[in-house]
């Protein structure tokens, strides 16, 4: 397939809209449009066609979704949406909507189709230049029975035959399969068939974009007015702090607050960085006791993210307010974020937890809120800070959450018990390193439970904490899996840390993975 020529146009006034059905895989969806270069944007289900025609989208995509089309209560959407003349795609649940809703039939199978399926694909736009037998991947019980009137069957398996359909002229197409997963090999050659030669999308979504976009936007949002930026040295605040910088200079300071809650030596790191290499005006901040007090007794993880996000505002105003009049405020949330916090503007999705950043600001907030990042992923920030000219170290830092240890602390957090993961965790991060593994895993960190266990060290009975080892692969935390670390690894990382920190008589593996569980404990 030929990418189309770039328009002059900004690559977000002509979005893909992403069409929310509550599917696991609806977020996966817009980051797979996204990889092809073309902006996207989920939205809810309950989006209607004059508020589609105000966005001008060159397509929409409809998402899996887990329940039945004809189901009470089922989420639906206005069928008016199909008649914009917009190029649109359905997939598995949208797919069968969309044939419901322009006069098909579906019906719940004998036999549900979970897993790899081999697919016979027919003449398509979308399949052209692709295998005419490949492997596809189905999660379904309900299947298209009869397709559309004016529509033709493009494709099908042993199970389901109607696995795709279409009505070209219509612009509208369908596909039971899950094409954004991995598991369909050929699945984002189909959805950059659909983005370039059915939408005529031009792949203009990259990083230079995403800065020249954003920097623009900065400009006109903060005018002359001073800034101020929470710098945490991850990933995403470095890339929002170096984005600010490079649209204001000089009018935005950095501060940065040392909550006591970091891991070993990341406070001298952050400090060396950017106020060493990158000479942004920053301010240090140590507020370990103020954070400690604050925290002391509190034991669920909700409070405790509420907070340390309240603190943090609390001392960015304070430091403000010594800097003269700073109206504005720099935070890195992240796409992401804004989604699991339940901010899917009347989506299906469910509110996961409270990001300290997103869900757990204080009403009473004083500055007014910029952020660069809110409709990035993580991959994506990573490739724009990379474009910034981020050193690699901070580009590949793997994420460490806001209220930082205080989250992976179940229970109570105390001195004694963040010294005590603080040790654990700096040899786990340095074994996972000599085995040449961080940048295979999302994320890899120690935990402290609220319990202790009985061992024997030196041939006396003990009473101590165990540390239980998390490690995760994942490319955007929306799923993650329990990452494969080799035994000899984990041997080596669990005698170090029982013989070299106090307090600790076992090590445990977390073999859980995203979903049912969260990546971090609390």
């Keep these: 397939m030929i990418p189309p020529p770039a328009p002059e146009r900004g690559p977000e006034e002509r979005p893909v809209l992403v069409i929310d059905f509550g599917g696991q895989y609806s977020q996966l969806i817009a980051r797979r449009v996204r990889e092809a270069r073309v902006y996207s944007e989920l939205v809810s289900h309950r989006i209607g066609p004059d508020e589609i025609r105000a966005r001008n989208p060159l397509a929409l995509v409809l998402s899996g979704g887990p329940a039945s089309v004809y189901a009470e209560g089922a989420p639906q959407m206005d069928a008016r949406n199909l008649e914009l003349g917009i190029p649109t795609l359905g997939i598995c649940y949208g797919m069968q909507l969309m044939a419901r809703q322009l006069g098909g039939t579906v019906e719940s199978n004998d036999v549900s189709e979970y897993g790899k399926a081999e697919a016979a694909l027919g003449e398509s736009p979308l399949f052209h230049d692709l295998p005419p037998e490949q492997t596809v991947w189905m999660s379904h019980r309900d299947s298209v029975t009869a397709a559309p009137p004016g529509a033709r069957v493009t494709a099908s398996s042993p199970s389901t035959p109607i696995a795709a359909f279409e009505d070209a002229g219509r612009g509208l197409y369908g596909v039971q399969f899950h094409p954004e997963v991995v598991h369909t090999p050929h699945g984002q050659d189909m959805l950059e068939n659909f983005l370039y030669d059915v939408a005529g999308a031009p792949p203009v979504w990259t990083p230079a974009a995403v800065i020249e976009e954003q920097v623009e936007r900065i400009r006109a949002q903060v005018g002359k007015e001073k800034v101020i930026c929470g710098l945490s040295g991850g990933v ?82 304070e430091e403000a307010a010594g800097l003269g009049d700073v109206r504005f405020l720099v935070q890195g949330t992240l796409y992401s974020d804004v989604i699991e916090s339940g901010g899917g503007e009347g989506g299906v999705a469910a509110k996961i937890k409270s990001h300290h950043n997103v869900g757990g600001l204080p009403d009473d907030m004083e500055m007014e809120l910029v952020e660069p990042l809110r409709l990035l992923f993580k991959d994506e920030v990573r490739r724009v800070g990379e474009e910034l000219g981020l050193p690699q170290r901070m580009v590949w830092r793997q994420p460490f959450p806001g209220p930082g240890l205080a989250i992976r602390i179940v229970g109570d957090v105390t001195l004694e018990r963040l010294e005590i993961l603080r040790a654990a965790d700096a040899i786990l991060q340095e074994e996972i390193r000599r085995a040449g593994l961080y940048r295979d895993l999302w994320q890899s960190f120690a935990v402290l439970p609220a319990i202790r266990s009985v061992g024997v060290q030196g041939d006396e009975r003990t009473y101590a904490y165990p540390i239980v080892i998390r490690a995760v692969t994942s490319e955007d935390a929306m799923t993650a899996d329990w990452a494969r670390i080799p035994y000899d690894v984990l041997e080596t990382i669990s005698s170090r840390i029982i013989n070299e920190v106090q307090g600790v008589n076992r090590v445990a593996l977390d073999l859980s993975s995203k979903p049912p569980a969260t990546i971090e404990w609390e």
């Design 236 to 317: 995403d605040s470095a890339v929002a702090a170096l984005l600010v910088h490079k649209a204001v200079g000089d009018q935005l300071t950095c501060v940065f607050v040392d909550h006591g809650l970091l891991r070993h030596n990341e406070a001298e790191q952050v400090v060396e960085t950017f106020g060493g290499h990158f000479r942004v005006p920053l301010v240090h901040v140590r507020a370990q006791e103020r954070f400690l007090t604050r925290l002391s007794g509190v034991t669920d993880p909700e409070a405790k993210r509420m907070i340390v996000g309240e603190e943090f505002i609390r001392v960015f105003e």
